[in-house]
């Protein structure tokens, strides 16, 4: 490998009060007790976010997520909290959100004003160490058109305002809203893609760079590519296998350009037709499959296919084994959506819902 592809991880979680089975804004106060590294604000008061150290395997990196979410969970007890790890809280409703009172936040408040007072969503955000900038923006681009698989084996967030919205991720459309949502677009280096987040602040319509929300993207921080377009998942076990995947997307990607191969670009009202299809349906429908041209299949064929695809770069970061394990028991058990959608089947309840997401985003891999 040119470099070691490194692994880390964001994981957002809601705070839910276990009484009411409402989000709780009290993140203020959990992470006044909490420890300063691994544990940050989000701009809602109802989620708390955990930072993985730099790890170099998937066995570390859920050791560090079992680790955070197991910490986060023993001060949200003591307050009669939970957490839930997923793209949207089952029972949440607009009138839950609570602004976490920063002097960026209140901007971004007044300048985008439904768009945060609706930003009641969780991610699960992935680095993979990738040094060289110019390769970083290059990758990015080579792995889009495989991001629907990956945003469908998140897909966690079927319930939005206290109905069932249809849709696997409907934190995806929530998302997709904001104006530096989506993909890049075609770039040719690093210096292209500075330019571009610099004419979208120029613009007035970017506040600043961290609001560079694309699927992937050079992080603002590290020599890392950071993957955005996922759900929070409620089994730490499908967040190891997104990253992965993701690292073995980043390392074959590596590998084409090595050789000399040529990029192949999907025009970007497919890719969005693609991500749509991943955050409507999830694992429990049909997906497109990227090349040669867009074609429908069974979303456990296409998780599938690209397990295969990536085998050589799986193989060599020790990983194939692991990845494939995960892939057939996350195909078997179906995705978050389909599991949460069954719990409200039984009693027509959302309690029973959250219930359900708080009881595996504490259960261990």
Not at 64 to 75: H, K, P, S
Request: proline share 5%; with cysteine.
């Amino acid at each position: 490998m040119a470099a070691e592809l490194t692994l880390g991880a964001e994981e957002e979680l809601h705070l839910l009060d276990l009484e009411r089975w409402q989000l709780a804004a009290q993140a203020p106060q959990l992470l006044a007790t909490l420890p300063v590294t691994g544990y940050s604000a989000e701009i809602q008061r109802s989620t708390v976010e955990t930072n993985t150290p730099v790890v170099r395997s998937l066995d570390a990196l859920r050791d560090e997520l079992v680790r955070l979410r197991r910490g986060a969970q023993e001060v949200a007890a003591a307050a009669g909290l939970g957490i839930a790890a997923v793209g949207s809280a089952p029972g949440s409703v607009a009138a839950d959100f609570e602004l976490t009172g920063t002097r960026r936040y209140e901007r971004m408040q007044d300048q985008y004003r439904l768009l945060v007072d609706e930003q009641l969503i969780c991610g699960l955000q992935v680095h993979v160490g990738v040094a060289d900038r110019d390769l970083a923006v290059e990758i990015l681009q080579r792995v889009a058109p495989h991001l629907p698989v990956l945003l469908a084996l998140s897909a966690s967030s079927p319930f939005w305002n206290g109905v069932d919205t249809g849709y696997a991720s409907v934190r995806t459309l929530v998302w997709q809203r904001w104006p530096s949502a989506g993909p890049t677009g075609p770039l040719g280096s690093a210096a292209e893609y500075d330019a571009l987040v610099d004419d979208l602040i120029a613009s007035g319509v970017v506040s600043d760079r961290k609001m560079a929300y694309f699927e992937v993207r050079p992080s603002s921080h590290a020599p890392t590519l950071e993957l955005r377009v996922c759900d929070a998942c409620p089994l730490v076990d499908d967040a190891v296998l997104i990253a992965g995947l993701f690292r073995a997307l980043v390392r074959a990607a590596e590998q084409d350009v090595e050789a000399g191969l040529p990029r192949v670009d999907r025009a970007l009202p497919l890719h969005r037709a693609a991500t749509w299809q991943a955050a409507r349906s999830g694992l429990a429908g049909a997906l497109l499959e990227p090349f040669p041209s867009p074609r429908a299949v069974p979303a456990a064929e296409a998780v599938r296919s690209l397990v295969v695809r990536l085998r050589p770069a799986l193989d060599e970061l020790g990983d194939r084994e692991q990845v494939e394990d995960l892939a057939e028991a996350a195909l078997a058990r179906g995705g978050s959506a389909e599991r949460q959608r069954r719990a409200f089947a039984r009693r027509g309840d959302l309690r029973d819902v959250a219930r359900l997401v708080v009881a595996e985003t504490q259960g261990e891999a």
